[in-house]
């Protein structure tokens, strides 16, 4: 996920032209400079590459990578703890 902080953006594009699979665009909104902020696309290829957040010059995004669900396994003792056998 990408989080946009929109007033912060002054619309400078950088991160909509450095990001190499073409995941942003521009908002419909804009933001209280009169600015149109970057937006992630409906569909995108966001692999969290993160050069959007390092390019961006005042610091108005940050890429929260998406965790992807673990699978629980039960741990089964074999064994007894505690020296009884």
Do not use: H
């Not at 290829?45 to 890429?63: G, K």
């Amino acid at each position: 996920m990408i989080v946009v902080t929109e007033d912060w953006c002054k619309g400078c594009n950088i991160c909509i032209d450095r990001c190499p699979v073409n995941a942003l665009e521009e908002s419909d909104k804009l933001n209280k400079r009169g600015i149109r902020p970057p937006q992630l696309k409906k569909n995108n290829d966001c692999n969290y590459c993160r050069l959007c957040e390092l390019v961006c010059p005042d610091f108005a995004i940050t890429v929260v990578p998406e965790e992807k669900k673990k699978d629980v396994k039960k741990f089964v003792l074999r064994s007894p703890v505690g020296g009884i056998k």
